[in-house]
């Protein structure tokens, strides 16, 4: 996972008043389209926020789309990270979630360890 120093968010209520005084950092992998900042809270606990202006993508509201997936993945059990919330603010979406253990998925690995990416236990 690559991360940059965040650069100005400007976040609904309820997210500045639970992530404004957390360090954060920006990812800068991955092709979703969406804007994917990593909070650290404190006691070391890390969350996710993904944010992206409405209209940037098909169906209009994709990270809505993706809450109530992952919702329904998480309650079926799936290793998926938890919704923490979900808002919709001056022409934009929200989604936070919770952080998954493990190593992401498009760090380097040598051959023999493949198969490791995908496995569930």
Known sequence: MQTAT??????????????????????????????????????????????????????????????ERLSWMHAVGLPVPAVLQYHEWKGSEYLLLTAVPGVDASVSRPPDQHDAIARWQ
């Open 6 to 67: 965040a650069t100005s968010l400007l976040l609904p209520p309820p997210l500045a008043a639970d992530l404004g005084k957390h360090s954060r950092a920006e990812i800068t992998t991955g092709e979703s389209g969406s804007r994917v900042t990593r909070f650290e809270r404190s006691g070391g606990s890390a969350v996710f926020l993904k944010s992206r202006a409405f209209g940037a993508a098909p169906g209009g509201r994709p990270l809505f789309d993706e809450a």
